[in-house]
């Protein structure tokens, strides 16, 4: 099953679009690394760890890698940037919506996704109808999720 490594912002759009339990179901097995679950995510969406969420520890090198990079992307977050070494370390995608981590993504050579193609594989997948992800974006766009509106069409 392909790994797929995601930052905090990933699941907050799903769970304002009450799609959490959906996008589970995609054949895929959704990672974030351990400090970013419990200290962005633990204490608000306690529910991810049911719906199998999988927690990954960096390891040591990746931690030090981390730390070298910090610098070289001021605008990512330090927690955004285990996400993105966690997906270098596990040599797989990186899901996420924050600009500054999808450039930073980039330039370390990591495949990108997003909310959007979280979505486009939920449809896909006839896990959800193109009706129910226009209700879903508007769910998103009501609650201020910063997704680049002018690439969403269904």
């Known amino acids: 099953m392909q790994v797929l490594i995601s930052d905090s912002n990933i699941f907050i759009d799903m769970e304002v679009a009450n799609l959490t339990s ?3 179901t995609l054949p895929y097995r959704f990672v974030t690394p351990d400090i970013l679950y419990y200290e962005e995510l633990e204490e608000e969406h306690p529910n991810l ?7 990954l520890t960096l390891s040591s090198d990746t931690v030090k890698y981390t730390e070298s990079i910090v610098y070289k992307y001021p605008k990512a977050s330090r927690n955004d940037l285990f996400a993105l070494v966690l997906a270098k370390q596990e040599a797989c995608p990186l899901i996420t919506g924050d600009n500054a981590l999808r450039k930073a993504g980039k ?3 990591i ?9 486009d594989e939920l449809i896909k997948h006839d896990i959800i109808t193109k009706d129910e992800a226009m209700e879903a974006y508007d769910m998103m766009k009501n609650n201020k999720r ?3 509106w002018d690439l969403i069409e269904l």
């Open 107 to 109: 330039e370390e050579n």
């Open 22 to 24: 959906q996008m589970f």
């Open 111 to 119: 495949q990108i996704f997003g909310t959007i193609w979280i979505m």
């Open 146 to 148: 910063r997704l680049p």
């Open 49 to 55: 760890l049911d719906v199998d969420l999988n927690i």
